[in-house]
């Protein structure tokens, strides 16, 4: 089992930036290929972006693709989430899950999800 906690969210003006966090417990991420969704309310959960079990390969979705970037440290357990150049559009609960394959955009193959972190952009 692996217990994921999403931190790092918050209320921000468009362009500005939030630095998401996703740590880790029971089972080492290395394990695992990680990947960031979102769900704002009334839409689907959306894929956002996935990385490798190494962190050498990653794939953006193009609404995200060239603001945000995601990374790892196996060493730390943790996945992180850096968000630039936001816009009132990037608003929603934002989810860190982890599958044993890469690359998965599809969210129900994914194996564990956290709770969730609000990120809301103001106009």
């Known amino acids: 089992q692996v217990q994921l906690v999403e931190s790092g969210g918050g209320l921000v003006q468009a362009g500005g930036s939030l630095r998401l966090s996703c740590a880790a417990s029971?089972?080492?991420?290395?394990?695992?290929?990680m990947g960031w969704f979102r769900q704002a309310p009334g839409k689907d959960r959306e894929f956002v972006v996935t990385?490798?079990?190494?962190?050498?390969?990653?794939y953006y979705a193009d609404s995200v693709k060239g603001r945000f970037t995601i990374s790892r440290d196996n060493a730390k357990n943790t996945v992180y989430l850096q968000m630039n150049s936001l816009i009132p559009e990037d608003t929603a609960v934002y989810y860190c899950?982890?599958?044993?394959?890469?690359?998965?955009?599809?969210?129900?193959?994914?194996?564990?999800w956290g709770q969730g972190t609000q990120v809301t952009v103001s106009s």
């Open positions: 990385i490798s079990r190494s962190g050498d390969s990653t």
């Open positions: 899950a982890a599958v044993l394959r890469y690359p998965v955009v599809v969210s129900g193959v994914y194996d564990y």
């Open positions: 029971g089972r080492t991420i290395s394990r695992y290929a």
